[in-house]
């Protein structure tokens, strides 16, 4: 069986990750939450969805991206030909921040080790990060804006940033774009670009 280390504890699976964030307490967030959202997806998946964390609707299920980000995201995978069940979704804080403001330093670096340990179970040729903050979480990059849309190799994996879909629907011309560069993955993934690729380049997470 794989072991992936993380800070505090070994994961022997991805399910034994997710049940492990069930009883998570190492953040402030674990106070108020309902439920913690630890990701959704198949074992071993081509792409992986990194987001920033759940909201009001995800915090009451207890899944990634199933309020009205996530029908848009789910639109945008329906637009590039991705299966939902394709792929794997998750968050870089696993459970909702109050008033779905933005996580803290401090709580996404509490949750870091799921999501380092989440990406080596998974595997993915491909991941997208969604938004601004997880892009400079997963890249080290500034500027969403600038960014998304490029394509980038780190880890030997495709890394494509978009605007986090929340984005989006706050602002409707941001949308064409999000739509744009989530078909750009479905064709990097139907193309089959992103494989065979040296994995020997820079690392994730810097």
Not at 170 to 192: A, H, Q, W
Request: aromatic residues 6%; contains cysteine; hydrophobic residues 35%.
């Amino acid at each position: 069986m794989r072991t992936v280390v993380g800070n505090e504890v070994r994961f022997n699976s991805l399910r034994g990750l997710e049940i492990n964030t069930s009883t998570c307490t190492r953040c402030r967030l674990s106070a108020t939450r309902k439920n913690v959202v630890p990701g959704e997806g198949p074992e071993k998946a081509e792409l992986m969805f990194v987001g920033e964390g759940p909201g009001s609707e995800e915090d009451a299920t207890g899944r990634p991206f199933v309020g009205r980000a996530g029908r848009l995201l789910d639109q945008a995978m329906k637009e590039a030909d991705i299966r939902r069940e394709d792929v794997y979704i998750t968050n870089l804080v696993k459970c909702r921040p109050p008033d779905n403001r933005q996580p803290m330093e401090d709580e996404i670096d509490a949750c870091h080790d799921f999501l380092v340990a989440q990406i080596e179970f998974v595997d993915p040729v491909i991941v997208c990060t969604l938004g601004a903050t997880a892009l400079m979480r997963v890249l080290g990059k500034r500027g969403i804006s600038s960014h998304r849309g490029r394509i980038f190799r780190l880890s030997g994996r495709i890394i494509v940033p978009t605007f986090h879909p929340a984005g989006a629907l706050r602002n409707p011309l941001l949308k064409p774009f999000f739509l744009s560069d989530v078909k750009e993955v479905g064709r990097l993934i139907t193309s089959r670009e992103a494989y065979g690729k040296d994995r020997r380049d820079q690392t994730l997470f810097g």
